[in-house]
Every structure is written in C-alpha cells, then in structure tokens.
T-cell receptor, first 115, second 115 residues
Framework: NAGVTQTPKFQVLKTGQSMTLQCAQD?????MSWYRQDPGMGLRLIHY???????DQGEVPNGYNVSRSTTEDFPLRLLSAAPSQTSVYFC??????????????FGPGTRLTVL | AQSVTQLGSHVSVSEGALVLLRCNYS??????LFWYVQYPNQGLQLLLK??????LVKGINGFEAEFKKSETSFHLTKPSAHMSDAAEYFC?????????????FGQGTELSVKP
C-alpha cells in the first residue's frame, strides 16, 4: 500500500491565484482530513470528511473548499490564494471504527508559499 | 471544547538522559489521547495512543506515556535519549470515536539531543 499520498510536494503561488492540493489514500479509510501546520501553532484542522459525499468544516476553513466524490480522494482547493495561506498542508486518513480509536495516517505534506 | 497544551516549545537533553515531554488536556468527556512524532520534512507518525484500556501506554522506539486523569496530563517519557529521537513531538486529543476526522493538536515540542 502507498498509504496517503499528496501532490505536489512544493508549490509557489501569486496572491489571487487558485490551485488544488491533491490527496489520495489506498487504505479504504472512511475519514479524511486536511490540516495546516504553522510554526508554534501545531496542526489546525481545515476540513474533514466522514465518507464520500460528506464534508464539514474544521477550525480554520475560510479560503478553502473541499469535496469528496470517492472514498480514495479528498482534494483541497484554494479559491484565491493569500499570503496568510503560506503553510505546510497535511492530509490524513483514518478508519474511524471504534476499535482503531481514530489513529490517523498522515501524508508527507505540501509546502505552499503565496507571494 | 477540548484543548491540548504542551509545556515547552523546545526541550534539549543529552544523549542517554531521560526524556520528558509534557502534555495537559482539557476535555468534558473521556478523551482519546495521542502522541505523534514528526521528523524533519516528513509527515506525522503515531508514537502511542491512550484509549482507556490502560493508564500506562507503551509506544514505539522505547517511548511511553501515562494518563493521569486527576492531573489531566499525558506526559511522554523515554528513559534514555538517542540522537535519532531528535524531532518534533505533538500531543493530540480526539473528540470521540465517531469523530475520527477531528484531532486537536498541541503546539508541538521540539526535542534536541546533544551528544
């Protein structure tokens, strides 16, 4: 299994541009999440999904959109990039069954810079 | 709302010394607690998790953590530090088994190990 994969690994955008960060998992996990990591702030939840067709907002959803058309994929869209969105973005997935108690598997991250 | 506080953004120990990374949580329900490790330029990897089965939890790489309800703490320890333990460590709390996509992270503690 490849686990959780993310593309691209690095991206530089200009203010106002849009882009999509890709995330895929091959573990048939129900739950998928997007976090952003900023120095001194840990990881903060942007959006999450409990299954195909179901998404919800996390702690910092503004400026981001998500959709979940398949179990495997959970793309994150930046509608109009701003310098405040410069961060490292992590996608994660988990089985979500009680027996696994929400252990999350993380992708390698996408480092985004907005100029 | 649940929250996590990690005391000390940077901890430095000598090789062979005890490692102690502190984590306190706030939760109105029995929590699920996790410690993750992040090596430079990588994603997060699960070290250990507390799921109410036992208060002393053993994880990978010789780490363990003890859940103390009276102190609302879940401190991470390792008896003897190794150079390879240098990384950033995150404590996290889950809002419940049916909230598999929602982890709340502390701000992280960077561990450095001196030879």
């Amino acid at each position: 299994n490849a686990g959780v994969t993310q593309t691209p690994k690095f991206q530089v955008l200009k203010t106002g541009q849009s882009m999509t960060l890709q995330c895929a998992q091959d573990m048939n996990h129900e739950y998928m999440s997007w976090y952003r990591q900023d120095p001194g702030m840990g990881l903060r939840l942007i959006h999450y999904s409990v299954g195909a067709g179901i998404t919800d907002q996390g702690e910092v959803p503004n400026g981001y959109n998500v959709s979940r058309s398949t179990t495997e994929d959970f793309p994150l869209r930046l509608l109009s990039a701003a310098p405040s969105q410069t961060s490292v973005y992590f996608c994660a997935s988990s089985n979500g069954l009680a027996g696994l108690y929400n252990e999350q598997f993380f992708g390698p991250g996408t480092r985004l810079t907005v100029l | 709302a649940q929250s996590v506080t990690q005391l000390g953004s940077h901890v430095s120990v000598s090789e062979g010394a005890l490692v102690l990374l502190r984590c306190n949580y706030s939760s109105s329900v029995p929590p699920y607690l996790f410690w993750y490790v992040q090596y430079p330029n990588q994603g997060l990897q699960l070290l250990l998790k507390y799921t109410s089965a036992a208060t002393l939890v053993k994880g990978i790489n010789g780490f363990e953590a003890e859940f103390k309800k009276s102190e609302t703490s879940f401190h991470l320890t390792k008896p003897s530090a190794h150079m390879s333990d240098a990384a950033e460590y995150f404590c996290a709390v889950s809002e419940g088994w049916n909230q598999g996509g929602k982890l709340i992270f502390g701000q992280g503690t960077e561990l450095s190990v001196k030879p």
